[in-house]
């Protein structure tokens, strides 16, 4: 018996078994009690739902990823690229239902949509780095020809995909599984470890490329790292903001954080900025039944609009101040 259940196994079985049971672990005995502890202390049920408590997670997650990469774009006046990236993540999706519904296999949209959003992020940097393209223009050229992929495939089966495909356009919080979760958690801890392995090249490629390649940096190797990171994050944040809307975690949190000084502590202060947004936009979206991601979107608008008029009151109320020492 010992003998058949060894041959019957499959390869990578007990990794995947491994990894599951870690992953149920951490959902129910540190996150899940955490989160049904603050529940009891808060009076507050919501934290208690297990499908809520997914959600909470991969926005956690999400406002961990998104800032953490989306700080070296905006320096870099690359903010549109997460656009592009989401519309050919658009575009694997439709691909994983396409082939599912034409040839009735069983492929994760998921999956299908990283794979094609790494692709595309390297196709960019290819045009950029070896047919001399702007970046516009190759951001434009690689978003267009995504979106229109993604479109025909949505039709090509009389819409009959068309439905299934709306969650990952807009964003939603029911479809976040256990699976989606572990998924999301694997992402965070591979980014949050590239970033900080490959820090400092980022960072000086990113101020100063020219300076960087004098130094002997590898701009180019990093440039595909950052790229591919992206897509990455994209498709990480697929899940609860929607391909619409995933770019605007890449940004906003960024922008809210630009007063602060210092790259190391603005990366900081657009986590924060992150985490505040979509963990009041998911609450906000289950309290009054509305879509996720444009909810998150609004609440990180709203950080930022905050943050301004805070920080230009401030700076009237110090000016006001020296003005009346100094008299």
């Known amino acids: ?120 992020a390297v196709l960019v940097q290819t045009l950029v780095e070896r047919l001399g393209l702007y970046t516009d223009t190759s951001l434009a050229m690689v978003l267009t020809g995504g979106f229109a992929l993604g479109s025909v495939l949505v039709t090509a089966t009389d819409g009959g995909i068309a439905v299934g495909i709306d969650a990952y356009l807009f964003g939603s919080l029911a479809t976040v599984s256990r699976g989606n979760v572990g998924v999301l958690l694997a992402l965070t801890v591979l980014v949050v470890a590239v970033v900080a392995a490959a820090y400092r090249p980022l960072l000086y490629a990113t101020f100063d490329e020219t300076a960087a390649r004098a130094a002997g940096v590898g701009v180019t190797r990093y440039n595909y790292v950052l790229v591919v990171l992206t897509a990455v994050v994209v498709v990480g944040a697929m899940q609860i903001m929607g391909v619409i809307l995933v770019a605007a975690l890449l940004v906003v949190p960024v922008a809210t954080a630009s007063a602060v000084r210092g790259f190391r ?59 009346t020492v100094g008299a």
């Open 265 to 323: 502590r603005s990366l900081v202060a657009a986590v924060l900025a992150g985490q505040v947004a979509t963990v009041a936009g998911a609450t906000l979206s289950y309290l009054f039944g509305v879509a996720a991601g444009g909810t998150i979107v609004l609440v990180a608008i709203g950080c930022y609009a905050t943050t301004r008029v805070a920080a230009r009151g401030w700076h009237r109320v110090a000016h006001a101040w020296r003005r």
């Open 1 to 120: 018996m010992a003998a058949t259940t060894l041959q019957t196994a499959r390869p990578g079985q007990p990794v995947a078994e491994s990894a599951t049971a870690l992953r149920d672990w951490f959902l129910d005995e540190v996150f899940g009690a955490a989160m049904t502890a603050l529940a009891d202390a808060l009076g507050f049920d919501v934290l208690a739902s297990p499908f809520m408590q997914r959600a909470y997670l991969a926005a956690v997650c999400v406002a961990v990823i998104c800032p953490l990469v989306g700080s070296f774009l905006v320096h870099r006046e690359m903010g549109l690229i997460g656009d592009t990236l989401a519309h050919t993540a658009f575009a694997g999706v439709a691909l994983g239902l396409f082939v599912n519904a034409a040839f009735e296999l069983s492929v994760s949209p998921f999956l299908s949509a990283l794979v094609v959003a790494v692709l595309a």
